[in-house]
C-alpha cells in the first residue's frame, strides 16, 4: 500500500460519517481523479466501501465513502496482542476487581514512560507529551486545552478496539494511563467501543 492509500485511510479513519471525494481531495491535496483511483483500489481490496449519500448546494448528492471493518483493523494497534495476554493472565485470579487492576496496569504503564521524559513539569506539556506518544502507539491521537484548566485528549483509532467491545474494563488502562502520565483526574466522556465516533477523555490537572 502506498503512502496515499495509508493517508486516504487515516482520514477516513477520523470521519465516522465518512468523507466525499472532493473532501479526501482537499485533504490529501491530490486530484479528484487521483483519489477516485485510490478509492477503487482500496475498494477492491475490501478496505473502503460507499457509505451515505450527502445533499450538495443545489447539485447532485455526494457519494460518501467509508473505512468497512477489514478498514478497521488495518489501523496500527502495536500492542493490543500484549494487552489480550494480560487480561488472560488477570481473569485467573479470582475475585479481582477487573477495573481497578486495568487501572493498576496503565498506572505502571505511565510511570515507565514519564521516567524518559523527566523534564515535563507543566500540565500543559505533559498533556502535550501524553498525546504525542499515544500517537505513536496507534492512538491517531490529538489534543486541546478548555477553560478551567483542562485538556481534552481525543483518539480515532482505539487500540484494544475489539477487546473494549467484550469488556469495558480494558478502557480503565487507558484511564490510568492517562491519568498517572498528566497527574490528572480523567474523564471518559465518549467511547468507540460503546459506538462513539472517538474516544474522548476530559483531563483536569491535580495540581490546580
Not at 73 to 86: G, T
Not at 122 to 151: P, W
Not at 169 to 182: E, K, S, W, Y
Request: hydrophobic residues 35%; proline residues 2%.
Amino acid at each position: 500500500m502506498g503512502e496515499r492509500q495509508k493517508q486516504l485511510l487515516k482520514l477516513l479513519r477520523g470521519s465516522k460519517p465518512g468523507l466525499s471525494v472532493d473532501e479526501l481531495s482537499k485533504g490529501l491535496e491530490i486530484t479528484r481523479n487521483a483519489v477516485r483511483q485510490h478509492l477503487a483500489a482500496l475498494e477492491v481490496a475490501g478496505l473502503v466501501g460507499t457509505g451515505a449519500s450527502r445533499p450538495s448546494g443545489g447539485g447532485r448528492p455526494q457519494q460518501l465513502y467509508v473505512l468497512t471493518e477489514l478498514g478497521k483493523e488495518m489501523a496500527p494497534r502495536q500492542y493490543s496482542w500484549l494487552a489480550q495476554l494480560v487480561l488472560a493472565s488477570v481473569r485467573r485470579e479470582a475475585g479481582i476487581d477487573m477495573g481497578k487492576r486495568m487501572t493498576e496496569i496503565g498506572a505502571n504503564v505511565a510511570h515507565q514512560i514519564r521516567s524518559q521524559y523527566p523534564g515535563l513539569s507543566t500540565h500543559k506539556e505533559k498533556v502535550e507529551k501524553l498525546t504525542e506518544v499515544m500517537d505513536q502507539l496507534g492512538y491517531s491521537a490529538r489534543n486541546a486545552t478548555v477553560s478551567g484548566g483542562e485538556s481534552i485528549i481525543e483518539a480515532d483509532n482505539c487500540v484494544f478496539h475489539s477487546m473494549a467491545k467484550k469488556d469495558l474494563a480494558i478502557c480503565h488502562l487507558d484511564r490510568g494511563l492517562m491519568g498517572t502520565f498528566t497527574d490528572s483526574d480523567v474523564e471518559h466522556h465518549e467511547c468507540m467501543a460503546q459506538g462513539g465516533n472517538v474516544c474522548r477523555f476530559k483531563l483536569k490537572s491535580k495540581e490546580e
